[in-house]
Structures are given as structure tokens and as C-alpha cells.
């Protein structure tokens, strides 16, 4: 937990500090697990010329991946209140429309039901529950306008609102994770870390490609691939954003979902891009 603190206490005395992921550690250690195995391990793991590095966060960006780690939580206990309720209701023989806003809505008359539809006790436990929910959605209301306060100071969180689907919450995300995205020399690899590639089991002059691989930053890869179904549900915007023949090409050979998923890796692509060369998105003609 305190690594990038150390990394930048070193770097501040004038050491090259480096952070590894232990997985990329683990198979450098031979016998039994001690300390000076483990020093001797990342040691020989940091010379290798393949090793993969973490790059050092800053305060500030520590700073805001707890505002998305604290909302990320707080919609979680949403959720969890929401099906409670609605699964007390369905014990209860009341079913409601899928969708936050319906069950808001429908709330009142239910609670308005006669008692033997709904007892007073489950009644007035909905009611708390119905509580729990609204000071949940006060607390994640006021994290998102702060984090969209702080993406508009930023200038690499601007340049990442112009790129098609993605908005303050992702666009900050984003800049939490990786900064500038040096730490990764192309787009592909930022979409790899992000799990958004197939994962391969090849042998011999076989390629095997599976389902994607999932491995890495798991809120980042959710919001991407919410970012490209808001793309693909919004049909009139494709050309504006220079993705119309790439999209009508691809659904022509993948299902929906697989399509989300191609898309949710070429907006990736293209948020590394616009971090790491410092230029908003623009749309080039084909």
C-alpha cells in the first residue's frame, strides 16, 4: 500500500526507484520464502531487460483514485440496497420495471398498499431502506460533482473528454491510473493492461485466441466498455466521430457484445493516444 509513497521518498533523495509487480517477482525466488531470498529476487528481477514497471503516482493522482475508489464502493451498497428492496417486494408478489428510476417512482404507491399486500413491519423496513438509498445517492452525487470539478482543471482529463463516450468519470479515472501514459509505449499495451484482448493459449504455429483476458485495472475495463455501448446506442453520432465504417464493418462479423468489447479497446487505444501525445481527439476522413 505505501509503494509509491517510498518511490517518491527515494526518487527525492536521488535514487532510480522502481516498482515491479510481485506476480513478476514471484518466479525469481528459489526455496522457501524469506527475506533475503526476496531481496535476492528483485534484484535479479530488476535487471531483467523484459520486466514490466509501475510508474509512480503522484499525490494528486493518489488523491483522486480514492474519490473513484470511495464512489465505486458507495454505488456497490446502492445496488445492494436497491435489490433488497426489490426482492423483498417480490416475496411480496409486487414486481417493478428494471431501471433506478422506475423503482423510484413506483416506491410511493407501494408503500400506499393496503396491509395485507404489505405488512406495516415490511412497509416501514422498506421505508428505511428507501432512506439508506437516498443518502447513498447525496454521497455519490457529491463525490461525482467533485471529481468533475477536478477533471475540468485538468488538462489531460480535457483533452480525454474529447475522445467519443468518454466523460468526466472516465476521463479522471484515466489520469489516476496512468497520468500521461508513459507508462506504456503504445496504445495496444495500455489495452492489454487493461484486459481488453483476447487471451491467447498458442503452441507451435497455432494461434488460439479466447475471451479477453480481464487481467489488470477491472474499474477502468467496466468503464470502457460503458463508454462503447453509449457509443454503439447512439447510431447518429458515428460519423461525427469518424467510427461510422468501422462500426457498420464489424457488425457485419460480430455479435453485439463482442462488438462492445472490440470498440471499448479502440477508444482505449485512442485515450492512450491523446494522453501521450498531448492533442485532443480529431476526426481525420478515411
Known amino acids: 500500500v505505501g509503494a509509491?509513497?517510498?518511490?517518491?521518498?527515494?526518487?527525492?533523495?536521488g535514487h532510480d526507484a522502481r516498482l515491479m509487480p510481485a506476480k513478476y517477482v514471484r518466479p525469481y525466488s528459489k526455496g522457501q520464502k524469506n527475506d533475503f531470498r526476496d531481496a535476492e529476487a528483485i534484484a535479479e528481477a530488476v535487471q531483467r531487460p523484459?520486466?514490466?514497471?509501475?510508474?509512480?503516482k503522484t499525490a494528486e493522482q493518489l488523491d483522486l483514485q480514492a474519490l473513484h475508489r470511495v464512489r465505486e464502493r458507495l454505488v456497490s451498497q446502492r445496488t445492494g440496497v436497491v435489490n433488497q428492496i426489490r426482492a423483498f417486494l417480490l416475496e411480496r408478489g409486487v414486481a417493478v420495471?428494471?431501471?433506478l428510476r422506475f423503482l423510484r417512482a413506483e416506491l410511493p404507491r407501494i408503500l400506499a398498499t393496503p396491509p395485507d399486500v404489505l405488512s406495516l413491519r415490511m412497509?416501514?423496513?422498506?421505508e428505511d431502506l428507501a432512506e439508506d438509498w437516498?443518502?447513498?445517492?447525496?454521497?455519490?452525487?457529491?463525490?461525482?460533482?467533485e471529481i468533475t470539478a477536478l477533471?475540468?482543471?485538468?488538462?489531460?482529463?480535457?483533452?480525454?473528454?474529447?475522445?467519443p463516450g468518454i466523460g468526466p468519470i472516465i476521463s479522471s479515472a484515466v489520469v489516476a491510473a496512468i497520468g500521461n501514459g508513459d507508462a506504456f509505449s503504445k496504445g495496444r499495451d495500455f489495452a492489454a493492461w487493461l484486459g481488453l484482448v483476447p487471451k491467447q493459449i498458442s503452441?507451435?504455429?497455432r494461434t488460439i485466441l479466447g475471451k479477453i483476458s480481464k487481467r489488470g485495472n477491472r474499474y477502468l475495463r467496466v468503464l470502457f466498455v460503458q463508454a462503447a455501448w453509449v457509443v454503439l446506442i447512439k447510431p447518429q453520432s458515428w460519423e461525427r466521430h469518424g467510427l461510422k465504417p468501422w462500426i457498420e464493418a464489424a457488425k457485419k462479423r460480430l455479435h453485439r457484445n463482442v462488438l462492445a468489447i472490440a470498440l471499448a479497446n479502440k477508444l482505449a487505444r485512442i485515450a492512450w493516444s491523446v494522453l501521450a501525445r498531448g492533442r485532443s481527439f480529431e476526426v481525420r476522413p478515411a
Not at 477533471?151 to 475522445?163: F, H, N, Y
Open 203 to 205: 503452441t507451435g504455429d
Open 134 to 145: 437516498r443518502r447513498l445517492d447525496e454521497r455519490i452525487d457529491h463525490l461525482s460533482d
Open 97 to 99: 420495471r428494471q431501471g
Open 123 to 126: 412497509a416501514r423496513l422498506i
Open 50 to 56: 523484459t520486466m514490466k514497471f509501475v510508474a509512480t
Open 151 to 163: 477533471a475540468r482543471q485538468d488538462a489531460g482529463c480535457e483533452r480525454l473528454v474529447s475522445v
Open 4 to 13: 509509491h509513497h517510498l518511490s517518491r521518498k527515494l526518487k527525492a533523495l
